[in-house]
């Protein structure tokens, strides 16, 4: 079996920050999204990986370097031109053996990769693709099923009028190889051009719908619930930090200086330090080496490594990435800073709520 993972997005609703660093290896709690999917393969005892690769390749491979689980085998395709998501699947696939899983680089999720293998099996399907149910279907593609799980058809971005189910993609699939020749040639879209040809030709091509944990974290207001979402996670370990406490991990190197006041739940990174009197609120995740002043605030954010926050410092909702600095007595309220940013002493910026 081989798994491909495409990470050749550009991740442009994550802009500053994805100018910087691919979307596939952005952090989450202080790893490379990536890791998070690599580990799932191995677990279900998928060995060989292929990253299929377009935008900035060599930071993708830099940043998952020191990621990669122990016992994967991982190669990289890197297209020359953008292919879309089935050449891209058709690239990655060629001169390869054995059934293919495919997962988008950009989704987190819960699925259990072992479930959906064994549904495969059981349907004797040629393809099958995950779902998820989702509140309002009006903004995604939704696939259509027959009673048996058989796709029966694709509507896109439909309106209330034309809902009949909830059920959208996940971005998993799995594909025996001999499908491989329903992908046109060029550049093609799976979701358009190879799944729609698959019901039209009758090939046996079924669904599986997880009902479990999916968010697609492209935006920064799901970006920020992702790491919400892990860190109230009770069975999450953080391999590489000591808990202290109920909500309080930290790694090594870490100086958290006195009264270091930590409400909600915090994930602090080697080589960081603190000056006195500082407090977290909610969800807070700091990278490596960072720097926070006395009496700074920080309320459900997103810290980068390298960050400097400056004496008395108030952030709400905010990402910050790689290397900025944030002056003294500085109020930020729902803003995302790119890598270098620079905020001067007593600077005040807000990016009003949508509800504002």
């Known amino acids: 079996m081989l798994a491909i993972i495409l990470a050749g997005g550009k991740g442009t609703r994550l802009r500053p920050l994805t100018l910087a660093r691919p979307k596939p290896v952005v952090p989450l709690a202080n790893r490379p999204f990536l890791a998070y999917q690599l580990e799932a393969l191995r677990d279900v005892g998928i060995r060989r ?30 297209e020359d031109q953008p292919l879309g998501t089935g050449g891209a699947v058709r690239f ?13 680089g950009d989704v987190f999720s819960t699925i259990d990769l072992r479930a959906v293998l064994a549904y495969h099996a059981d349907k004797r399907a040629r393809a099958t693709i995950v779902l998820t149910p989702v509140e309002d279907p009006t903004s995604f593609g939704l696939v259509r099923l027959a009673r048996d799980g058989r796709v029966q058809g694709f509507l896109e971005k439909p309106s209330w009028e034309e809902v009949s189910t909830n059920t959208i993609n996940a971005g998993v699939y799995v594909i025996e190889p001999e499908l491989l020749r329903y992908f046109p040639t060029g550049p093609c879209s799976i979701e358009r051009d190879f799944f729609p040809r698959l019901v039209q030709e009758k090939i046996p091509f079924y669904g599986y719908v997880h009902p479990g944990y999916w968010l697609d974290f492209g935006t920064s207001e799901k970006y920020l619930q992702a790491h919400r979402d892990l860190l109230e996670d009770p ?22 200086g006195e009264r270091l006041l930590a409400l909600g739940r915090a994930l602090i990174g080697p080589g960081t330090e603190f000056g006195n009197g500082v407090q977290l609120h909610k969800s807070v995740v700091i990278g490596r080496s ?12 997103v810290l980068w490594d390298g960050v400097e926050i400056g004496e008395g410092s108030r952030l709400k909702g905010c990402i910050i990435g790689n290397g900025a600095r944030i002056g003294a007595h500085v109020i930020l309220n ?23």
């Open 49 to 78: 990986v292929v990253l299929s690769l377009s935008y900035r390749p060599e930071d993708v491979q830099a940043a998952i370097r020191g990621f990669c689980p122990r016992g994967i085998s991982l190669e990289y395709t890197v």
């Open 92 to 104: 990655a696939a060629a001169g390869r053996e054995g059934t293919l899983i495919v997962l988008n």
């Open 235 to 256: 069975r999450r370990i953080h391999r590489g930090y000591r808990r202290r406490g109920t909500g309080l991990w930290v790694a090594a190197g870490v100086r958290t």
């Open 290 to 301: 960072c720097r926070i002043g006395a009496q700074a605030v920080l309320n459900d954010c």
């Open 334 to 356: 729902r803003l995302v800073l790119g890598a270098g940013a620079v905020v001067p002493d007593y600077s005040r910026q807000h990016r009003a709520d949508p509800e504002d």
